[in-house]
């Protein structure tokens, strides 16, 4: 593995529209220990459908604008500052149904999921059923 420097701004950009995630690491970048992403939700951007990973922890924490998380049957709106950490088996989404856009920082470990995003983005899709479809064949099941 090699050490990644970046500038802000640089990384690997996926985006439909206003939403947004650049990529500063992947699993190629990290034999496949990590991802992190910095991601920018759209107001109104619904998110993916609840969903569970087997193996993977999924890590937020918010920069920008307020996030909307939800984990089981919590849910909660986090601003900047603002910290998720959701461990394999727990179910989870996350939205922006606010007026203003948010940002935030994504990690998962281990790294795989950035295939699907990189899928979603290339694709446009923002429906969360064809999201959760195009889930199936990475670490994510929907949870309802």
Known sequence: MRAIVLDPGEGERLAVGP???VYKAAGE???GRLAVAEVTLAPGFPGPVLHRHRE???VFFVLEGTVRFRLGADQRDLGPGGFVLVPPGVAHTFS???AEPA?????????GLEGYLREVMARGV????EMARLASTYDFEPAE
């Open 19 to 21: 939403t947004a995630a």
């Open 96 to 98: 922006n149904p606010h």
């Open 56 to 58: 993977m922890d999924d």
């Open 126 to 129: 923002v429906d969360p059923a």
């Open 103 to 111: 940002r935030m920082l994504n990690l998962f470990a281990p790294a």
């Open 29 to 31: 970048d990290t034999e």
